[in-house]
């Protein structure tokens, strides 16, 4: 059995979630509580492995919750649940030890599933989470992307737009279908990207581009 606490100042919302966990003969909602620091005090109490815990609390936020209950003798493990998808909530939360991060419009079945995912040790992210961690950690703060990001800015937004499906691997001619030009328009544009970029071919403007995020797949 999964032992569960639900920590939520929405009275509504948290009997939604404790509905739904005992819909699972595998888990068992041990707590519940309406504020961060009834949160704590509810896992100090009762042998909790998974505390879903919202991240707007009175009293004791999410966060410093989540750092409160990591840091027990016999820590559970976390999720924190949010309505808003804030980039600073992701980084925050997991930085105080969570070990995932949903928004509250999550499918249901999904919810249970990541509580069995966490409290099997692995991590559970919203996919808009895991996107901004990937772009903030893949892109964002590395020196090449930065400096990439620096040279896009010499384009024009038509240019930038060639760019990104020729880092897609399109052809010039796909390219032309696909933004409605002349493929001699299209060539055109590439050679003044090469320039632009100091780029010595295509394929080192679409490594570039990839480098500043641009023409990711999804």
């Known amino acids: 059995m999964i032992n569960v606490l639900v920590a939520d100042d929405d009275a509504l919302v948290r009997l939604g979630l404790v509905d739904l966990l005992t819909t699972d003969p595998e888990l068992t909602v041990v707590g519940e509580a309406a504020d961060g620091l009834a949160a704590v005090e509810q896992a100090g109490r009762h042998r909790v492995d998974i505390a879903l815990v919202d991240i707007r609390m009175p009293r004791m936020d ?10 027990l003798p ?3 493990r976390v999720i924190t649940l949010t309505t808003f998808d804030l980039d600073e909530y992701v ?6 030890g969570a070990d995932g991060f949903l928004l509250k419009d999550t499918d249901p079945l999904e919810i249970i599933r990541a509580v069995h995912v966490v409290a099997a040790g692995q991590g559970m992210l919203h996919p808009a989470a895991a996107r901004r961690l990937i772009d903030r950690y893949h892109h964002a703060e590395r020196p090449a992307a930065l400096a990439a990001r620096a040279k896009l800015t010499r384009l024009t937004p038509r240019e930038t737009d060639v760019l990104a499906r020729l880092a897609l691997g399109c052809s010039n001619a796909e390219i032309a279908t696909a933004l409605g030009m002349r ?3 299209v060539k055109a544009h590439i050679s003044r990207i090469l320039t632009a970029l100091d780029a010595g071919n295509r394929v080192q403007a679409a490594l ?11």
Do not use: H
Not at 208 to 218: C, E, K, M, Q
């Open 62 to 71: 999410g966060i410093a919750a989540t750092r409160r209950l990591r840091a």
């Open 74 to 76: 016999a820590p559970p």
């Open 91 to 96: 980084y925050d939360a997991l930085a105080a």
């Open 183 to 185: 493929e001699s328009t």
């Open 208 to 218: 570039l581009a990839r480098d500043a995020g641009l023409g990711t797949p999804g």
